[in-house]
């Protein structure tokens, strides 16, 4: 895929900030962030969210802040993605704000082919091309895709898809272009400043789960349009295993807590039917990557039937063990529920 050389008319004539906020892991955290140093020429400011990043990664940031200028916030407390947001959001002056996770990689070009769609088109939001795994794979994660209710309060039904999720970008029967669409990830997105303002912060209530989708709701109710910008292309470095160092955040982000606030609150907040909120069992299959290398090495060793009834019985214990001990109350802080 080839990108166009930045304009001197978009150079001198936007200004972006790029604001980076932790997702579920940082031990890809200075990986994704020296990409971005690396292959962003579109005019911008860097602002970073960094919350309660182990000290390895802490020093790590804290060195490529000073060694490049930009503004580096630092909590103390683990941070579900939507109160990072909304902290950076405060400091946030010029017309234009990515937001993009911690653990994405980026490619040349990315953030003027966002900027260049947001131009072309007065998008509110604009979502790239987002692969998942390696760069180098190209198995999309999104290329935008729908997002739509449906009936009546308190039973709607919601349809979302992201369009060819899991599709390897060499087996699509045509390129893709810029278009139109309902829906772009949070994993990395541009929007207007002004477009954020109209449907107020970003909804904290929503610690772990469904952002994408209550933001492209608000944004499209207010009368912005999504755009999908095929030109920019990122990759989510979607973990196949954990690093030690990510165990504790993993736990808490896709804690039976977190996640199940997050569902009652869209379901709620939309007059969602109440059967959206079996949608749990996401965060369980997520945190099965803890122990994934116990149930591999039983596999291994004893075969495919007793890897399965080992992650089985793993998955239960981990499921009570995560309501005991997890907090679900958005503070960040890892000990037993009260």
Known sequence: MTHREQSPALAASTETTVVVVPREQFSVALRSLDSILQRTAAPHELLYVDGNSPPEVRMGLEQRARDHGFRLLRSERYLSPNHARNLALEHVTTPLVCFIDNDIVVEQGWLTELMRCALDTGAALVGPLTFEGEPEEQRIHVAGGTCELAGQRPNRSIQAIQRHFGVNLN?????????????????????????????GPFDEALLGSREHLDLCLAVRASGGAVWFEPSSVVTFCVPRKLARMDVPYFLLRWSEGWIDKSLEHFTTKHGIGAE?????????HRRSLVFAPVVEAVRRSLGERAGRVTHTVLRRCERVTNRLFVRADGRGELRPVQ
């Open 171 to 199: 087996d699509l029967d045509e390129p893709l272009e810029r278009i139109e669409t309902g829906l772009c990830e949070v994993h990395c997105f541009l929007a207007r400043r002004d477009a954020l303002d109209r449907v």
């Open 276 to 284: 959206y909120k079996q949608r749990l069992h996401i965060a369980s």
